[in-house]
């Protein structure tokens, strides 16, 4: 791309406008972190709630304590080994963070994206920028710039285009802000390569206390169809069910599943959680265009290497009914 695009999209995150980005994950709705009128313009194009925090994207690790306070020797321990990269911190935040970024919370969650379009951008602005996922709040990622334009419109000012984003999921959200460390999202970024670097394994899920975070909600990253999640063993009488019901059905599945049957769409899905965890959002899209009544996802292995995928897919079914 251009360098010419790179000046004018930080351009108008001076001016306050939005611009959609690439990064490794999924495209981000950008916004300049430290205007409150920006901020707004997130909340109303996405609809998301106001006390819906937002990640903080920054150019390098050297920004980290112009958004956080307090922040402990792990964070940049984990900093140096994860970051570009999908992890978010989620630390005590600086007095002069927007209470809209971090939902009224104390806390900020902020992350180095791996990309190089946005690392380009956000050197350019050389300043923080807010990037929730760039699609209806509720609704399935984007992980392409054509994904963005049909979510969206023209309620972007811009979008860099980077092409396919890599991992195709939401980061690794981390809570650094109390006594322990706690994977509040999980991510492709694994529990086992986090524990490398602290020396210990981290604790899972939030507790009462626990500071709210993106994609925690149990309905999320859902399609407009119904989707429903069911084990790989039920899958074909799940399928069969349907179909004697009258019901037109898209399957999502991993071999050996190969229907044939002309009110069936079928999206062949990987065996390998890394490549089905690319492919997920863009299949789910895929699915929900074909416009049938009901989607069924064959539920991965329940192992660590499939934890984020199953959390997407179970929080797409939650937000599908």
């Not at 969650?109 to 807010?130: I, M, S, Y």
């Not at 899958?235 to 037109?248: D, I, Q, S």
Request: neutral net charge; aromatic residues 4%; proline residues 8%.
């Amino acid at each position: 791309m251009p360098a010419t695009e790179v000046l004018r999209a930080a351009a108008l995150l001076r001016a306050g406008e939005l611009v959609a980005f690439p990064t490794e994950t999924v495209y981000g709705l950008g916004a300049d972190a430290s205007n409150p009128l920006a901020i707004a313009r997130i909340f109303a194009a996405k609809g998301r709630p106001a006390d819906h925090p937002l990640i903080v994207h920054l150019p390098g690790v050297s920004h980290l304590e112009r958004w956080a306070i307090d922040i402990p020797e792990v964070a940049g321990k984990l900093a140096v080994a994860f970051w570009p990269g999908p992890l978010t911190l989620i630390l005590k935040r600086h007095p002069a963070v927007p209470d809209a970024i971090a939902g009224g919370q104390d806390t900020v969650g902020l992350r180095v994206p791996n990309h190089p379009l946005a690392l380009q951008l956000l050197r350019e602005f050389d300043g923080g920028v807010a990037g929730p996922s760039a699609n209806r709040f509720g609704r399935v990622s984007p992980t392409t710039a054509v994904h963005v334009r049909e979510e969206l419109g023209d309620a972007v000012s811009m979008i860099l285009d980077g092409g396919p984003c890599t991992v195709g999921i939401e980061s690794t959200i981390l809570d650094l802000s109390g006594a322990e460390v706690r994977i509040l999202r999980p991510g492709m970024l694994d529990a086992e390569a986090i524990a490398k670097v602290l020396g210990y394994s981290p604790e899972f899920g939030g507790t009462q206390n626990a500071p709210r975070v993106s994609g925690s909600l149990e309905a999320h990253y859902a399609p407009r169809t119904r989707l429903q999640l069911v084990a790989a063993a039920d899958l074909a009488a799940t399928a069969r069910l349907a179909l004697a019901a009258g019901r037109r059905i898209a399957v999502l599945a991993r071999p050996p599943y190969t229907p044939d049957h002309p009110d069936i769409t079928w999206c062949a899905a990987s065996a390998d959680p890394a490549r089905f965890a690319h492919d997920l959002y863009a299949s789910l899209r895929e699915l929900d265009a074909a416009g049938r009544d009901l989607i069924i996802v064959a539920a991965p292995p329940d192992t660590e290497a499939w934890r984020a995928v199953n959390d997407r897919l179970r929080r797409a079914a939650a937000g599908s009914k």
